[in-house]
Every structure is written in structure tokens, then in C-alpha cells.
């Protein structure tokens, strides 16, 4: 089976820009979870979605939401970009009753 | 304020020898941890997971312990390889079999294992 795909692998942006990053799951898993990798807060939990539902959502301001769609490919958008929005984005999926999760190769997003 | 705790930042270990990584959580409803493996630009790799209502996991080379009385767990890796060498994150999820979405990890200890 292949794995979590994630695109694009690296992004370079500008402050008060936005940006779409997209995930694909492992195929048969319908849950796809978002996290945010930074040095000081390490991984923190974005939001999850389950067949097109947010199901979950972290402490993360309202410039960050995400959406599924119904072959359970994911997306996360983050507006008004900010200096401190750059992390490793990574994506992670499961299937919807377990909790182990698969993680995705990540989005490197710097915010200049 | 830290629901799970990975108090040592790194660890060095010889070749051959057991490596023990220890983790610390405060939150009594997480029901399920798990322990991830993350290499410099790549996503965390699940390794192993255990349960609350189990106190001990193996899988080959790795096993987990858990206490829940003292809200810890370790995992062993016996013998620990150069190839172990890596970031290793503990993750904690509550609902019954940790059924939430949500994982909440640990800063994370960086394994050496030198040859």
C-alpha cells in the first residue's frame, strides 16, 4: 500500500499571504489528522477529519481550517500568513476506529 | 502546561546494549500511547503501541511498559542498532482505545547509538 502523500514537500512564502497545502491517505483510511512541528512547541494537533467532518480541532486561531473531500483526500489552508506559521506541516491518517496514526513525508513551510 | 512529558532530550547508547526511553503524562483519561520514530525531514514512523489496560507490549526488538499508577511508560529497545538512531516522540490519545483524533506528544528524545 502506498503511503501518505503530501504536497508540496517545501514552500516559501510571504507574510500576510496564503497558503493550500494537500494530503492524500493511505488508501482505505478515512480519518486524516493535521499537526504543526515547530522547535519550541514540538508536534501540536491542527484538526481532524473524518468522511468530510471536522471531527476534532486544537487550540490554533481561525486562519487555520481545513477540509475533506469525499475520496478523503485532505487540505489545510492557513491565511494572513505570520512569521511564526512556519513548521513542518505533516499529515497523518488512520483508519476511522483505531488509534494508531501514518504519517506523511511533511510540508516544510517558511514564512518570510 | 505539558500533558506528556519526555524529560531527557538525549540519550546515548552502545551498540548491542538496551536503550530505555521514558515518558511521564498528567492527563488520567488518556486511555492509549503510542511511540513514534522521526528521522531528520521525514514524518514521525509508528513503532508500537500498548493500551491502558495492558501493562506490557512487544514487537521484536521493541517493547513498552506501562504503569498507570505512576502515569509513566518506557520502551525498550534490546539490542539497540546504528539504525535506531533517531528522534523518538511518546503520544498520548484519550477515548476508549484512544478513539480521539487528537494525539498529544512529547518534545521528544534523541536516541545515539554508537557503534
Known amino acids: 500500500k502506498a503511503g501518505v502523500t503530501q504536497t508540496p514537500r517545501y514552500l516559501i512564502k510571504t507574510r500576510g499571504q496564503q497558503v493550500t497545502l494537500s494530503c492524500s491517505p493511505i488508501?482505505?483510511?478515512?480519518?486524516v489528522s493535521w499537526y504543526q512541528q515547530t522547535p519550541g512547541q514540538g508536534l501540536q494537533f491542527l484538526f481532524e477529519?473524518?468522511?468530510?467532518?471536522?471531527?476534532n480541532k486544537g487550540n490554533f486561531p481561525g486562519r487555520f481550517s481545513g477540509r475533506q473531500f469525499s475520496n478523503s483526500r485532505s487540505e489545510m489552508n492557513v491565511s494572513t500568513l505570520e512569521l511564526g506559521d512556519s513548521a513542518l506541516y505533516l499529515c497523518?491518517?488512520?483508519?476511522?476506529?483505531?488509534?494508531?496514526?501514518?504519517f506523511g513525508p511533511g510540508t516544510r513551510l517558511t514564512v518570510t | 502546561d505539558q500533558q506528556v512529558k519526555q524529560n531527557s532530550p538525549s540519550l546515548s547508547v552502545q551498540e548491542g546494549r538496551i536503550s530505555i526511553l521514558n515518558c511521564d503524562y498528567t492527563?488520567?483519561?488518556?486511555?492509549?500511547f503510542l511511540w513514534y520514530k522521526k528521522y531528520p525531514a521525514e514524518g514521525p514512523t509508528f513503532l508500537i503501541s500498548i493500551s491502558s489496560i495492558k501493562d506490557k507490549n512487544e514487537d521484536g526488538r521493541f517493547t513498552v511498559f506501562l504503569n498507570k499508577s505512576a502515569k509513566h511508560l518506557s520502551l525498550h529497545i534490546v539490542p539497540s542498532q546504528p539504525g535506531d538512531s533517531a528522534v523518538y516522540f511518546c503520544?498520548?490519545?484519550?477515548?476508549?482505545?484512544?478513539?480521539?483524533?487528537?494525539?498529544?506528544f512529547g518534545k521528544g528524545t534523541k536516541l545515539s547509538v554508537k557503534p
Open positions: 503520544a498520548a490519545s484519550e477515548g476508549l482505545g484512544g478513539s480521539q483524533g487528537n494525539l498529544i
Open positions: 492527563n488520567s483519561m488518556f486511555d492509549y
Open positions: 477529519y473524518f468522511s468530510e467532518t471536522q471531527r
Open positions: 497523518a491518517s488512520r483508519t476511522g476506529g483505531l488509534a494508531e496514526q501514518y
Open positions: 488508501s482505505g483510511h478515512r480519518s
